[in-house]
T-cell receptor
């Protein structure tokens, strides 16, 4: 009965590879997000989708491409991985866009070697 | 530049002590939320405050939203080891459709 689930939880890969992280929510929320948490625990928004449409793109490199096949799913694909991409990526959802309460997934720790 | 400044960034105290952590900004927010994050998990909502001057209590935790809706504090009474974690404040920016976070306060309560 997990509300927001992300896979994989851990991902270790070489520089230059392409990888994806998947996210699904069963809360019936309309808005989904990707946040990046760096080694200093700073949580920064990357993307936001509302009903499958992109509403926020926070100057993220275009190597990052989110895809939302339906409002319950928001996947993150990363091309040509770089060392600086190493972080924990959190998927979240909320009932409405904006400053609503966020329900987070457990995170996906990406390590680029 | 950080929109939300949390202080202190690190706090380690003994069980039974009281503590206060702060979340400050020069911007006015439509709402402010406090989350707690444990290792290996995502942040979990503790409380949302929306009205200037609002005070909310959650057992031993007291949350306050500043009168001008620019700052907030979290006070913990008689801290317990189970309170250990990363406390994040998140604020809704008026006119924008997103929640931004402070850098967090890492709290350690020693038995």
């Amino acid at each position: 009965d997990t509300a927001v689930s992300q896979t994989p939880k851990y991902l270790v890969t070489q520089m230059g590879n392409d990888k994806s992280i998947k996210c699904e929510q069963n809360l019936g929320h309309d808005t989904m997000y990707w946040y990046k948490q760096d080694s200093k625990k700073f949580l920064k928004i990357m993307f936001s989708y509302n009903n499958k449409e992109l509403i926020i793109n926070e100057t993220v490199p275009n190597r990052f491409s989110p895809k939302s096949p339906d409002k319950a799913h928001l996947n993150l694909h990363i091309n040509s991985l770089e060392l600086g991409d190493s972080a924990v990526y959190f998927c979240a959802s909320s009932h409405l866009a904006g400053a609503n309460v966020l329900t987070f997934g457990a995170g996906s720790r990406l390590t680029v070697l | 530049t950080q929109l939300l400044e949390q202080s202190p960034q690190f706090l380690s105290i003994q069980e039974g002590e009281n503590l206060t952590v702060y979340c400050n900004s020069s911007s006015v927010f439509s709402s402010l939320q406090w989350y707690r994050q444990e290792p290996g998990e995502g942040p979990v909502l503790l409380v949302t405050v929306v009205t200037g001057g609002e005070v909310k209590k959650l057992k031993r935790l007291t949350f306050q939203f500043g009168d001008a809706r620019k700052d907030s504090s979290l006070h913990i009474t008689a801290a317990q080891p189970g309170d250990t974690g990363l406390y994040l404040c998140g604020a809704g920016i008026q006119g924008a459709q997103k929640l931004v976070f402070g850098q967090g306060t890492r709290l350690t309560i020693n038995p």
